[in-house]
């Protein structure tokens, strides 16, 4: 993947300055606060329905027995609904590497390689070259759906949003004078995030360590006892259908046999994807047991397994998760490449913007036994991931996770994108925030909308749905 550039190193910053600022007029700051559906909008229902076809079937119905829970659920789901509404709209122009579903849930607590808790972006799948705006735009109108949800008042959501947004501008002007490499080794850690919250706030410090403690809980070895159980033939992967199904009592399968040479051939071509290093580390494990998992809440239906390798004995455990890429929901709204291997587009994307990544992050494509090709994207299953719940927070605390992502997410725009552009485009003054929260609360009207439509569909039959 390569990421194209309107700058070349040989322009001076203040030329890349000029070319931001230059970017206003094709988007004002203030442009960015209308939202109104597009004359003739496409049927959101119908658009999820396009994208079931190349599920799973009987796991569709889980998907949006998932989605119908809340708006904040559906809005987790819906990240091609929001793309498709943002694509014809006019943008600035200044590309980065998009996380291309940046809801609040996306930002978490994780483990560096070096055994550091950082927070970052987690979740990649949607990752794509696009305007920085649209990032901004989803992570603020998730903060709306989950305030809403929470039952703040109109004032409140927008203070978190707007905390959100000036978090994102003012450190992309930091950014923009710092130099290149201090930018790409920027990162936030986990202390740093507890001194600050506890400065703004003791209790908000209190349960942003408690987070973090939580955190280093969920290891591989707690995923391994929860996950599988000790049999006559040693340890496999406990059973727990649809949501966790051992690849021997899936009913699809023609035979248990194929389905794990399947298997087998997508871990020999993700090892080829690791670096020599790395592929000498999981050498030192073995294949025991391979299971589909039932991830996320957008996710839901695509393909997913979880594959059980032991080291030296039986409590010597790694645990990988193989997740099917599918192109990235943004792909037909923005002009540029198109990737020829989705798992290679995620892998390349995350490592783009995260600063540090899984040790065991690759990608590999398969011709699965029904003779068709699928990339698959694998890491490591649960490594120190503290799991926010954005809209279970105070509003206190939740203007301070929002804080903390739109900050995360400018670092990670900054190391793809041109800070010294996009940080002229935003200026020194609030327009812009401004006018994001006022997007965001008429695309949070727009998403209930559709939550609605969605619950019409389950409840008229068009659309199956099951509750897990």
């Known amino acids: 993947m390569t990421v194209s550039s309107a700058f070349t190193p040989s322009l001076s910053p203040a030329e890349r300055a000029a070319y931001g600022q230059d970017a206003r007029a094709r988007v004002p ?24 076809r190349s599920r799973v079937a009987e796991l569709v119905p889980i998907r949006y027995g998932r989605m119908l829970e809340s708006p904040f659920r559906f809005y987790r789901g819906a990240a091609a609904i929001m793309a498709a509404d943002l694509g014809p709209r006019p943008d600035t122009g200044l590309r980065v590497q998009l996380c291309g579903d940046a809801h609040p849930l996306n930002f978490r607590l994780l483990a560096s390689p070096e055994r550091r808790m950082v927070f970052d972006i987690n979740d990649f799948d949607e990752t794509h070259q696009g305007p920085f705006e649209w990032d901004v735009e989803r992570l603020a109108a998730g903060f709306v759906t989950a305030a809403r949800a929470n039952g703040l008042s109109v004032r409140r959501q927008d ?67 929860k996950l599988t159980r000790v049999t006559d033939e ?104 198109r990737h020829e291997n989705q798992g290679r587009r995620v892998v390349t994307g995350q490592h783009l913007m995260q600063t540090t990544s899984d040790i065991f992050l690759g990608w590999t494509r398969v011709v699965g036994l029904d003779g068709q090709e699928r990339d698959f994207y694998v890491r490591q299953l649960w490594n120190w991931k503290g799991i926010p719940r954005p809209e279970t927070m105070d509003h206190e605390l939740l203007v301070l996770f929002a804080r903390q992502c739109g900050a995360c997410l400018a670092r990670a725009h900054a190391r793809s994108g041109d800070p010294v552009a996009v940080a002229a485009y935003l200026g020194g003054g609030d327009r812009f925030d401004r006018a994001v929260a006022e997007f965001a609360q008429a695309y949070a009207d727009q998403n209930e909308r559709d939550f609605a439509a969605l619950r019409a569909a389950c409840a008229s039959g068009r659309l199956p749905s099951r509750k897990l």
Request: aromatic share 6%; with cysteine; net charge positive.
């Open 29 to 52: 700051r203030s442009g960015h606060g209308r939202y109104e559906p597009a004359k003739g909008r496409f049927d959101p229902i119908r658009l999820l329905e396009e994208q079931s």
């Open 159 to 225: 203070e978190v949003v707007r905390a959100c947004v000036r978090a994102y501008r003012e450190r992309m002007r930091q950014f923009a004078g710092m130099r290149t490499l201090d930018v790409w080794y920027a990162q936030d850690d986990a202390d740093r995030i507890r001194e600050l919250a506890a400065t703004a706030d003791a209790k908000a410090g209190r349960r942003t360590a408690e987070a973090a403690q939580r955190a280093r809980t969920r290891t591989h070895l707690k995923a391994f006892a």
């Open 234 to 337: 040693g340890r496999r992967i406990a059973s727990d259908p649809p949501l966790l199904t051992p690849l021997r009592e899936l009913r699809d399968r023609p035979s248990e046999a194929a389905r794990a040479q399947e298997m087998r051939t997508v871990l020999d071509g993700y090892a080829e994807s690791l670096p020599p290093e790395r592929r000498h580390l999981l050498r030192h494990y073995r294949l025991v047991d391979i299971a589909r998992k039932v991830v996320g809440v957008g996710s839901v239906g695509t393909r997913c397994w979880v594959v059980l390798l032991l080291g030296r004995d039986d409590d010597d455990p790694l645990l990988l998760q193989a997740k099917e890429a599918q192109e990235s929901v943004l792909a037909d709204h923005v002009d540029g490449e």
